[in-house]
Nanobody, 111 residues
Framework: QVQLVESGGGLVQTGGSLTLSCAASGSISSANVMGWYRQAPGKQRELVAYITSGYITDYANSVKGRFTISRDNAKNTIYLQMNNLKPEDTAVYYC?????WGQGTQVTVSS
């Protein structure tokens, strides 16, 4: 059982930045793929970004060039650096590692 705790969400103005963290209770070094997802009100959960064990990354088209996913195996943590935030980025953001999910952290971008 791996517990994931997201943090770093909040309220920010358009164009602002936030960095989300997802801390795992156990080692993440064996995880092949780790991802950040988001779910806006009335919408389905969508993949935002993922990073592999080989540090390959990919992003949803809507966030390419603005978001950066990274991982720190020593800290059992993954991050999502979000720059140039837009109102449409408003959602609850979740991390997923080894099939486990965190509780989510709210990101609200005001116009």
């Amino acid at each position: 059982q791996v517990q994931l705790v997201e943090s770093g969400g909040g309220l920010v103005q358009t164009g602002g930045s936030l960095t989300l963290s997802c801390a795992a209770s156990g080692s993440i070094s064996s995880a092949n793929v780790m991802g950040w997802y988001r779910q806006a009100p009335g919408k389905q959960r969508e993949l935002v970004a993922y990073i592999t064990s080989g540090y390959i990354t990919d992003y949803a088209n809507s966030v390419k060039g603005r978001f950066t996913i990274s991982r720190d195996n020593a800290k059992n943590t993954i991050y999502l650096q979000m720059n140039n935030l837009k109102p449409e980025d408003t959602a609850v953001y979740y991390c997923s590692i080894l099939g486990f999910w965190g509780q989510g952290t709210q990101v609200t971008v005001s116009s």
